[in-house]
Nanobody
Framework: QVQLVESGGGLVQAGGSLRLSCAAS????????MGWFRQAPGKVREFVAA????????DYADSVKGRFTISRDNAKNTVYLEMNSLKPEDTAVYYC?????????????????WGQGTQVTVSS
């Protein structure tokens, strides 16, 4: 069983920055891609960013390209989401997830494991 624990959320003003972390349990972290999704109230969970097993390939939603950066440290079993130039529309619960394979996955149902989520609130 894999456990994912997010941290780093909070309240920030528009234009500010936050760095989310997701720590994974287990010995197989480096074999799998990882991803970040978010869910705002009344909306479906949407893809934000994903990274492949080695960290040399990434993908982003159009809404966050140029502002967010996903990275990973396989030695620490941790994936990160650096968020800059935050906007009020970025307000959501952010979830990290692990898909079933080593390559990037951008669709919700490709993911087998999810963290509990961390709230990000951007004030205008």
């Amino acid at each position: 069983q894999v456990q994912l624990v997010e941290s780093g959320g909070g309240l920030v003003q528009a234009g500010g920055s936050l760095r989310l972390s997701c720590a994974a349990s287990g010995r197989t972290f480096s074999r799998f891609a990882m991803g970040w999704f978010r869910q705002a109230p009344g909306k479906v969970r949407e893809f934000v960013a994903a990274i492949n097993w080695s960290g040399d390939s990434t993908d982003y939603a159009d809404s966050v390209k140029g502002r967010f950066t996903i990275s990973r440290d396989n030695a620490k079993n941790t994936v990160y989401l650096e968020m800059n130039s935050l906007k009020p529309e970025d307000t959501a619960v952010y979830y990290c997830g692990r898909p079933s394979g080593a390559d990037i996955a951008t669709i919700y149902w490709a993911y087998d494991y999810w963290g509990q989520g961390t709230q990000v609130t951007v004030s205008s």
